[in-house]
């Protein structure tokens, strides 16, 4: 698939409110003739890029409506140099940076960019750690960063503006990678390349066709300034109207039904507006674990789903994701938890189950902003409890939440296999077992 490449400023037109783009102040920077490494040749390189794009430098940088929203964007122009970053695209960057801190603004880059500008060498290389540092002082002034990934987004432009942002975004077809492709190994494999592949690999949020760009910066625009609540949000209402189940066996049965709700009609319930985020940024994704923020009630709610599947240490490691990002934001989370247990494949343990399953608890723990658990089917042992908000669970009447699997259990107390109802009374796992034990706070009911 091939993909309109479009110029810096046409990129900005095709997402601002018309009239709105305000551009920021140049920094002056002298530079001797041909650059800092006198390389020959350099300025007349940039007189034809400047003749050609009509611009001074490969980035355009200023203040921006976007639907409404008020944001600092940083646009890439790839008809200069390709896009490359010297140390004038630095000064224009961090000047960028600097004002979305200053005036406590959202950033949006729309990054096309073949890497470092080699015609400056190390220095070039070097504006790498600026942004770093800049995308790091951002972070810690709890302000997000939303990233476009245009056609191609590569070198350190993909390593720093993109890869480092909040939520990434990237245009169908788009070339992603850190390697360009005159630099990639011959038998590489060019879908790892992609827009596609990085988002099948758990490196990008969304692909959006150009056409649906705009509502979706809007819409996350929209989420993101939304007011935030420093209280816990409630739980969602049970969708099933379910009798509090007689025994243990009852209450495994139940959750355990096919027909039982799941986490994706929980949420489409709750949320007014609910937007995804994929992927642990460590090479995998995990479908029976969505992650996101949406709005309720017009507020911001971080969430992280289970689906009843066994969850996979990329499924962790997403969760942990959002919910330190949340916590950075200041956006209180929602985790519904509905699994078997977790993934105790050989495949799983070679991806580091355990670690992220511990993270997943840090997270949780260490998280100041309010989490809210509602359990909405089977809460398999650890791998359950890893999503669990300490003295704020909830439970469904169709749930049940155990230290092991009632057969489990049975089979490790060398009992025989139709011992396994009365092993599941003995755990106690009945939805009024756990608010009597104080595991729950309550048992919820469905809405009138």
């Known amino acids: 698939m091939t993909t309109t490449r479009l110029s810096a400023r046409a990129a900005i037109a095709s997402l601002a409110d018309p009239g709105s783009f305000v551009e920021l102040p140049v920094p002056p920077r002298e530079s001797p003739a041909d650059g800092p490494l006198a390389w020959s040749g350099y300025d007349d390189s940039r007189a034809r890029a400047e003749l050609r794009t009509g611009e001074r430098e490969s980035v355009v940088t200023g203040t921006v409506r976007i639907g409404g929203h008020e944001a600092t964007l940083i646009s890439f122009e790839f008809g200069f140099l390709g896009g490359s970053l010297g140390e004038r695209t630095g000064d224009r960057l961090e000047a960028a940076y600097s004002h979305a801190r200053t005036h406590r603004l959202p950033l949006v880059s729309l990054i096309a960019t073949g890497g470092s500008r080699m015609q400056e060498g190390m220095l070039a290389l070097t504006q790498l750690q600026r942004v770093a540092g800049q995308s790091v002082l951002t972070r810690a002034a709890g ?36 390697a360009g492709s005159r630099v990639r190994p011959a038998d590489a494999d060019p879908a790892a390349y992609t827009a596609e592949g990085q988002y099948a ?59 039982r709700p799941r986490a994706r009609a929980y949420l489409d319930a709750y949320f007014a507006l609910r937007l995804p985020l994929s992927g642990d940024r460590a090479g995998g994704t995990d479908p029976g674990m969505l992650c996101g923020f949406g709005l309720r009630e017009g507020r911001a709610v971080a969430y992280a789903a289970q689906c009843g599947t066994a969850t996979r240490p990329a499924g962790y490691r997403t969760a942990a994701r959002v919910i330190r990002l949340a916590d950075r934001l200041g956006i209180p989370v929602l985790t519904l938890v509905d699994t078997p247990g977790a993934a105790n494949d050989a495949a799983a343990e070679h991806a580091g189950a355990g670690a992220a399953i511990a993270d ?19 809460g398999g042992s650890g791998g359950a409890l890893a999503l669990a908000a300490p003295g704020n669970t909830w439970v469904t009447p169709d749930s049940y939440f155990s230290v092991i699997a009632p057969e489990l259990a049975a089979a490790i107390l060398k009992r025989p296999a139709d011992q396994a109802p009365a092993t599941a009374d003995q755990l106690r796992v009945r939805p009024q077992d756990l608010v009597a034990l104080g595991v729950a706070r309550g048992v919820v009911a469905a809405r009138p």
Not at 167 to 177: D, I, K, T, W
Not at 360 to 378: D, R, S, Y
């Open 143 to 178: 302000l997000p960063q939303i990233a476009v990934l245009r056609d191609p987004t590569t070198g350190g432009g993909w390593a720093t503006l993109g890869a480092g942002a909040d939520v990434v975004l990237a245009l169908p077809g788009a070339q992603v990678g850190f």
């Open 201 to 259: 690999a758990g490196h990008v949020d969304a692909v959006v066709p150009a056409a649906s760009l705009p509502a979706t910066v809007t819409d996350w625009l929209r989420l993101l300034a939304a007011p935030r609540s420093t209280e816990p949000v409630e739980p969602p209402a049970a969708l099933a109207d379910a009798s509090p189940p007689a025994t243990g066996w009852e209450a495994v049965g139940q959750a355990r039904h096919p027909d």
């Open 360 to 378: 997943t608890f840090a997270a949780v723990a260490g998280a100041a902003v309010p989490v809210t658990t509602l359990l909405i089917g089977e």
